[in-house]
Nanobody
């Protein structure tokens, strides 16, 4: 059974940057598309970004386009989310997950969620 562990969250001022990591153990991530989602208190989990198995195709929520970059290092079995120009509305717990076949923006398409990492952006 694969385990996904997110890390890299923290407290940052608006305009700052963070890089999140999603490391996998127990299974190679090569066959899987990977997605990043986030959930703020009192809100539903929402799509942030996704990347295809090879890393050649990426998708982003409109709210993060131009600010966030998702990429993967299959040799390290790790997926990353580089977050720049952070805003207070980016504050949330960030989760990674994987799915077979093509990446999508629907949380219900993904399985095996990590425990999440908290990102807090102060104004």
């Amino acid at each position: 059974q694969v385990q996904l562990v997110e890390s890299g969250g923290g407290l940052v001022q608006a305009g700052g940057s963070l890089r999140l990591s999603c490391a996998a153990s127990g299974r190679t991530l090569r066959p899987y598309a990977m997605g990043w989602f986030r959930q703020a208190p009192g809100k539903e989990r929402e799509f942030v970004a996704a990347v295809s198995q090879s890393g050649s195709t990426t998708y982003y929520a409109d709210s993060v386009k131009g600010r966030f970059t998702v990429y993967r290092d299959n040799a390290k079995n790790t997926v990353y989310l580089q977050m720049n120009s952070l805003k207070p509305e980016d504050t949330a717990v960030y989760y990674c997950s994987h799915k077979r076949f093509s990446p999508t923006g629907r949380a219900q398409d993904y399985d095996v969620w990590g425990q999440g990492t908290q990102v807090t952006v102060s104004s």
